[in-house]
């Protein structure tokens, strides 16, 4: 107390006692008081202890202020987004921690647009999913679509800006280009170039033409290296005018695509996937099932629509321009060329001209976007011809912004710069110096420019040539816009800031030019929209308007409130409604015959060569993409390497078959017009013969960590005139070997054998299947077998859940999206080439092929099978684990707790389907903060030792259970979508209740197609698949001997086919299971 | 052999050849086995075979330091071949074990003398096979320092008790039984012997490490007459364990649905392979050893014939087994069991297949002749075959039947890594370092068995060992 009234020296009241201060000056006066004192020590007794603190109020505030000026140091951080950081005062309604957001945006890859909605857990995007809702998508993605996400959390990724690969500032680049820019004022532009990859987006193509009119001599060359050149081209040829076709395989009775993998690659293709699909099932007594449509596939190379093709051929490029050409003069055209089909082949062209007649007007004649200009001429004119246009097919403007001839203003672009009359050249994204073929020296050219700036997500082969480099951002990073392949407007929308502060959107660099520094992509996305919506709208040809700001009339907040809702309305659904193309007339007026003489002529000998992008890196730009690298690409299986190509006959004349499988693989030099590259030679069957595949994108020298080294570069075998198929190539051994890390081993004559044998994929034609619905079903598929059994069941699973997949072997493709999208949900690690070559790759779905018939054939049937844990009821892997690590839930699946397993490997060599995948070594990425980002919260990461597998997505399950109990009900079919059937774009898997008899997993468990793989082991499989189904064209096949005498039994139930236990594919011998 | 006098019992009537030789007595024994270890002492020879063994014996530590450090991705298991080199050496080195246990329990209860003076070296090389094989079922794991998950203890999973269905899990007490009861019944068998090791020790140092494993014996007659009690309770203990432990290997394979290993005769096939690897290892070993410590008067003919005979008749059981399971394969009308048999015989692996043939079938075919069978260096050589044959016979088993299950699409191919060789020779290393510091340490012939066997012998030497 005394020193307490000696602080409060202030008082200038003598200290003598007084009986009650009845006025005091201030509170130090009126504490100082003992009788006050004991009153607060009385009334607070819990606080009494700090009346005698010796911290003071003016200490506490001194200390108080430091901390709160050093926190706010640590706030100094530099943020790239120039909005305001405060913590949420009010939280947000939807944000709940563990609780993903989904928001819609638009990935985009030269002409392919797709629009999307991507889950977001606390702001980090965490899986691609389709939009349902948009038309390119449906729901579905792509294996590319899928893996771009990866991009985003690549640390190879490029994050700042560079000048002759030194970090330097954004702002110092900005000089530079001020300076050139003032000096093109001068000049109106005659030297700036920009190069930029195709512009399907409105707001960029929109900003181009601003600068273009800043400076009017500026030009801007496209450069799309796996573009559509060539479908323009041969747009413009027929029609005089450049327009896209848009199809309609809903309505086709009859397809036939000559080396068009429209399943699987081009615009549209997850859409057209789906719509194709949708006439290909084979459903027990529905009419649609009479009426599935016929494709006719003719390849130069391995395609994923090959696979599903009724009759497929394999033929080399030259064969196919015959091959087209004899149909078009089978229909009738003149073409100015006799009908030369190959002799083997004729049976087929005549049968295909008669099919195609007999469908006219509901068919589709199609050509690869790889294949001449002229063939696609010749395809707009059989089209026509068959009346098809406005039936299954219309024409409508280009989502491309500006569509040219990119390949020869691409050329030029060189040649002006090779002749130094480019001074300035920007470069938005795309790595010309890479993709650009052996012909064109795009680096050369850069060496005598004087300004290069790329625009590019990585510091690439280009960037290494240009002055300056620019870090891009990543599409979930920055706004942007396209059309689709229909013309719907898609919003590129970000999901998150910008990882790393300087990446630029290309819109963002464009305002540069424009003097607007200030303008964020959303700024220029958002006005760009707010001027031309309503000129869109109108339904008149779309022109942006180039003109000045937004008027603001006088119904301005009205107006402003209107595009308001409008807006937000797009951002929501991802897309506009209603702003997909109208068709446009078009007359054939091109000179077919003139075009078709200017089809190339093969070289009288030599192998011929095709190329082609890499169905999973595609042209390179995802060749830093692990989850892409190692997805098997579809028919090779090769995962991490291109190769060399052949068929095993031209293996065999080549001499480079492998005697065994573990042998390595022998290195070939490629010979074309005096251009030489070596690679591996990989031998498929079903490659046509005497031809040679060459996949673009590898061999690249600064892809990154993940893609340095990894192949060769076919490119370099490219020019004009042999871009996408050359002739004449000569191959030499080169005596040296490679290891190749394929997933599946292609060369066991066996296999071919051993699949008809176990009737593994089971399929009939179309005609046997209505004969002998159940041809399909044996023995084991019958579900009274299953009380032949010494066993019980352990557990009854008539109650609750019961949770089943069913993969429909019909419709599938190969494509993989689907081993991608599990990757992405499940937090798959990549394991690399040298594990894989060890056979321990970590997908937790792969997709089986099976061939049939001589592996010699190049047209044999190829099979599909997409395998992943099968959820026996009764599993063998749970028998044998000794810590009871993997058991079976009450609802069927077969779990796994990673927790608990020791790693014994017991339960994977007991799996019958080999599906069950062991961490090795230590392949998840503990380290890496960036990549943590990206990690699915609600799956586990595991660690080296112990065993993974399929779960059915079981999370999905779980979350959809949370909602389902909050209201009390039972989980909806279709409320749990696993992420391999959310991302096909075929719909080939389904999943659910197969207790809720009204769930479409029950439905189709019930199909006569349904059966179990490997059921005669009686371990029950919850995945069952539906029997593929061909419907051949008679004339091609000569019947089997038929299941006729089969025909007239029971439905599609299962107990009601007691006599027909020897369906029409199953020959002989069954198994008899253990 | 029903014959009361021990002395003619080792004169059998059919071979003529003694079981010990001539002109020994309580001491001559007692002197010449207890030399080795206290007399001769260390050796210039012992030193280089020690040296090299412990070598590889540190080649073994410094590979499973290796394989701890990166996981069992260092060997060439993979997704469709999970066991590879592991447990194959696991069963072939548990498979060598048994002969022990078959010589000191079987053939004691069997009254066969002969196994007399090849019982100590032989359980000894079971227990040191035990070891060797025990390492491979913990370093398997892909997280061994959750060994003991397989183990009943309380926990907090609610899971006191593992998963009692696994074969694996039956195989840790197995396992665990076999080599607690081994190293018992080896170590009361040795009782005698170290009371006699105590009393003619010299050093200080000797005397008191025998005297405190001796536990006091005197040689009494009460001693003897528990000494006796305990080891024929315990030889009757371990009999059913030679027939248990690699019946229950077995099961790791014939309870799993993999064409190849589902087969019902495994048992039976598994406990004759072990007898035979064992005995062939035997052989190995002892035919060594008896020429470096001239032990001719001990380990005689007679005994590698026996030994040489037992070996062709479990070969025979074994090249039955394995005609009957390419039988079964045909038999079973299965066609996931005839494409296995298809792949043994000409699958990639063929030559393993043809190899396992030559060592295990046609190799010991030669011990039908007297001439070889009592012939030292073909006795060696041909195990030497059984013994190589005896692991191909495993990784046939394991390998082959694994690689091409049911799914063409999941098959797979597999080959042992560096690490996988480094580990199986080193388990060679660890193995031959303990039989080096067995023979240096301790008496590798039961010197008061062997006085049994002397004319005259009651079964119980006078006054123990201990003071003649």
Known sequence: ?1074 | MPESNVFESSQSPTSRLPIIGPGHTYASINEKISAIVLQRGTTFGWLVGFGISFMIFMMMLGSISYLLYKGVGVWGINNRVGWGFDIINFVWWIGIGHAGTLISAILLLLHQKWRTSINRFAEAMTLFAVACAALFPVLHLGRPWYAYFLFPYPNTMGMYFPQFRSPLEWDVFAVSTYASVSLVFWYVGLIPDLATMRDRARSWFAKTVYGFFSLGWRGSARHWHRYESIYLILAGLSTPLVLSVHTIVSFDFAVSIIPGWHATFFPPYFVAGAIYAGFAMVLTLTIPVRWAYSLEDFITDKHLENMGLITLVTGNMVGYAYIMELFYGWYSANEYEQFMVHNRLFGPYWPLYVGLIVCNIIAPQFLWSKRIRRNTWWLFAISMFVSVGMWLERYVIIVVSLHRTFLPSGWGTYAGTFWDWTLYIGTMGFFLTLLFLFIRLLPMISMSEMQMLLPGATGVPEKGAARS
């Open chain 1, 1 to 1074: 107390m005394t020193d307490h009234s000696a602080r409060s020296s202030v008082s200038p009241m003598p200290t003598t006692p007084q009986p009650e201060p009845a006025h005091w000056r201030g509170i130090e006066r009126l504490l100082a008081d003992p009788e006050a004192q004991a009153a607060l020590v009385e009334a607070f007794p819990r606080q009494a202890s700090l009346l005698g603190d010796a911290l003071d109020r003016r200490h506490f505030l001194k200390i108080m202020g430091a901390s709160f000026g050093l926190a706010g140091l640590t706030a100094c951080s530099a943020y790239p987004d120039d909005g305001k950081i405060v913590p949420y005062v009010k939280a947000p309604e939807e944000i709940v921690p563990g609780k993903p957001l989904f928001y819609a945006s638009t990935f985009s890859m030269g002409e392919q647009v797709i629009g999307v909605l991507v889950e977001s857990h606390m702001g980090r995007p965490t899986k691609i999913e389709g939009n349902p809702d948009h038309p390119a998508s449906l729901g579905a993605t792509d294996a590319l679509t899928q893996a771009a996400l990866l991009t985003l959390y690549d640390p190879d990724r490029s994050q700042t800006t560079r000048y002759y690969g030194d970090a330097r500032p954004y702002e110092m680049f900005l000089r530079d280009l001020r300076k050139a820019l003032d000096r093109h004022r001068a000049d109106q532009g005659a030297g700036l170039r920009i190069l930029t990859e195709t512009v399907v987006s409105p707001a960029l193509g929109f900003q181009l033409q601003r600068v273009l009119a800043a400076f009017p001599k500026a030009k801007w060359v496209q450069y799309e290296p796996c573009g559509r050149n060539l479908a323009r081209a041969g747009a413009k040829l027929a029609f005089g005018r450049y327009v896209a076709s848009q199809y309609r395989f809903e309505a086709a009775d009859v397809v036939v695509a000559l080396d068009a993998d429209f399943l699987a690659a081009g615009p549209g293709h997850v859409r057209y996937a789906q719509d194709f699909s949708r006439r290909r099932r084979a459903r027990f007594g529905q009419d649609a099932t009479k009426q599935m449509s016929r494709l006719y596939m003719v390849e130069c190379t391995l395609t994923s629509t090959g696979t599903v093709a009724d009759h497929r051929i394999a033929v080399r490029p030259s064969e196919l321009i015959e091959i087209a050409n004899a149909i078009a003069v089978g229909l009738g055209i003149a073409t100015g060329r006799p009908a030369q089909p190959p002799a083997a082949h004729a049976k087929f062209v005549e049968t295909v001209v008669k099919d195609l007649q007999a469908h006219a007007g509901k068919s589709l004649f199609l050509v690869g976007d790889y294949q001449p200009a002229a063939l696609h001429f010749l395809a707009h004119a059989i089209n026509a011809k068959l009346g098809n246009v406005g039936q299954t097919l219309f024409y409508t403007d280009t989502p491309e912004v500006a569509p040219t001839d990119q390949e020869a203003e691409f050329r030029q672009l060189v040649a002006e710069m090779h002749a130094g009359a480019v001074e300035t050249l920007i470069i938005l994204g795309g790595n010309p110096a890479y993709t650009a073929p052996a012909d064109v020296d795009f680096a050369g050219g850069l060496q005598k420019v004087k300004l290069a700036a790329h625009l590019s997500l990585y510091f690439d082969e280009t960037s290494a040539h240009c002055h300056w480099h620019i870090p891009a951002s990543h599409f979930l990073e920055c706004w942007g816009d396209a059309r689709a392949h229909d013309g719907t407007v898609s919003v590129q929308q970000p999901l998150i800031a910008p990882l790393y502060r300087e990446t630029k959107s290309p819109l963002e660099l464009l305002a540069a030019f424009l003097e607007e520094f200030n303008q964020s992509s959303e700024e220029i996305v958002r006005n760009f929209w707010q001027r031309n919506l309503a000129q869109l709208k109108s339904g008149k040809a779309f022109t942006p308007s180039v003109s000045g700001p937004v008027r603001i009339g006088r119904n301005a907040v009205g107006l402003q409130d209107e595009f308001e809702k409008q807006w937000r309305r797009t951002l929501h659904d991802g897309y506009l409604a209603g702003s997909a193309f109208t068709p446009v007339e078009v007359q054939l007026t091109g000179a077919l015959a003139e075009a078709m003489a200017t089809l190339p002529k093969p070289a009288p000998s030599g192998f011929e060569v095709v190329f082609r992008p890499d169905p999973m890196i595609y042209d390179g730009r995802f060749a830093n993409n692990g989850w892409l690298q190692e997805t098997p690409k579809p028919r090779s299986k090769l995962t991490w390497d291109n190769a060399v190509i052949v068929s095993p006959r031209t293996g065999a004349e080549l001499g480079v078959v492998r005697k065994h499988d573990t042998e390595p693989y022998p290195v070939v030099e490629v010979e074309v017009g005096g251009r030489r590259v070596r690679g591996a030679a990989l031998i498929v069957p079903g490659h046509p013969d005497n031809t040679l595949t060459m996949h673009l994108g590898y061999g690249r020298e600064r892809a990154g960590s993940v893609g340095n080294g990894a192949g060769f570069n076919a490119n370099l075998l490219r020019t004009a005139e042999n871009l996408w198929m050359a002739s004449g190539a000569k191959v030499s051994q080169t005596g040296e070997t490679t290891r190749l890390a394929c997933t599946q081993m292609h060369w066991e004559i066996e296999a071919a054998g051993a699949f008809r044998r176990r009737q593994l994929v089971r399929e009939a034609t179309l005609t046997e299947y209505l004969s002998d619905p159940q041809f399909a079903r044996t023995e084991f598929d019958d579900p009274k077998a299953r009380k032949l059994t010494l066993f019980e069941p352990p557990d009854d699973y008539t109650q609750g859940y019961a949770w089943g997949m069913v993969v429909d072997l019909n419709v599938c493709t190969g494509c993989q999206a689907c081993v991608v999208a599990c990757t992405a949900e499940n937090n798959i690690p990549i394991v690399g080439k040298a594990e894989v070559l060890r056979e321990r790759e970590m997908h937790w779905i792969r997709i089986d092929q099976y061939y049939a018939g001589d592996p010699n054939d190049p047209n044999l049937a190829l099979h599909l099978q997409p395998v992943m844990c099968q959820h026996c009821e009764m599993a063998p892997c749970e028998l044998v684990c000794p810590v009871a690590a993997t058991t079976h839930s009450p609802e069927g699946i077969n779990e796994m707790t990673y927790n608990r397993c020791v790693g014994t490997k017991y339960c994977a060599n007991n799996c019958p389907y080999k599906v069950r995948r062991f961490n090795f070594l230590h392949y998840s990425d503990y380290d890496t903060p960036v990549l943590k980002l990206g990690r699915n919260p609600d799956v586990t990461v595991r660690t080296r030792g112990v065993m993974e597998k399929c779960t059915y997505c079981i999370q999905r399950i779980n979350a959809a259970r949370i909602e389902a109990e909050k209201e009390d009900r039972r989980i909806l079919d279709g409320e749990v979508i696993t992420a391999c059937q959310a991302v096909c774009p075929t719909q080939a898997i389904i999943f659910g209740d197969i207790n809720d008899p009204n769930s479409q997993v029950a439905q189709l468990r019930k199909e006569p197609t349904n059966y179990g793989l490997l059921a005669e082991l009686n371990v029950r499989p919850r995945t069952t698949y539906l029997a593929k189904v061909r419907n051949v064209h008679p004339d091609l096949v000569p019947a089997r001997q038929a299941a006729s005498s089969h025909s007239g039994h029971g439905g599609p139930s299962g107990d009601n086919h007691p006599d027909n236990s020897t369906p029409a594919t199953t020959t002989g011998s069954h198994a008899s299971g253990h």
